[in-house]
């Protein structure tokens, strides 16, 4: 990864993860591109929910988090990665 910008939407994605997570044994877990969601990350619906609020505000109404995500089927959101979110983040910028 040698795009400074995919690095810093990457950092940031992490951040927020962790905060929405808020579990303490999130800070040890590595969260990198491959990162899944579901079987890494454990998120649950409403922590999706509080993670596209923040990527949204972050990064403005411009990243429509939220309308991505419905238009995706169940078996896609289940094995959505990290990247897939970065590269999302990338396409809208």
């Known amino acids: 990864m ?3 910008d995919r690095a810093q939407i990457l950092a940031d994605l992490a951040r ?15 969260i990198d591109l491959d990162t899944s969601f579901s079987d890494d990350l454990e998120l649950e619906s409403i922590e ?3 993670l596209a609020e923040k990527v949204q505000a972050h990064y403005g109404e411009g990243v429509d988090f939220v309308t991505w995500l419905s238009d995706l089927d ?3 959101i289940i094995a959505l990665r990290v990247g897939d979110v970065v590269e999302f983040i990338e396409r809208c910028r």
């Open 16 to 30: 927020f993860v962790r905060e929405v997570v808020g579990a303490s044994w999130a800070d040890a877990v590595e």
């Open 2 to 4: 040698t795009d400074p």
């Open 48 to 50: 999706f929910v509080a």
């Open 74 to 76: 169940l078996d896609a």
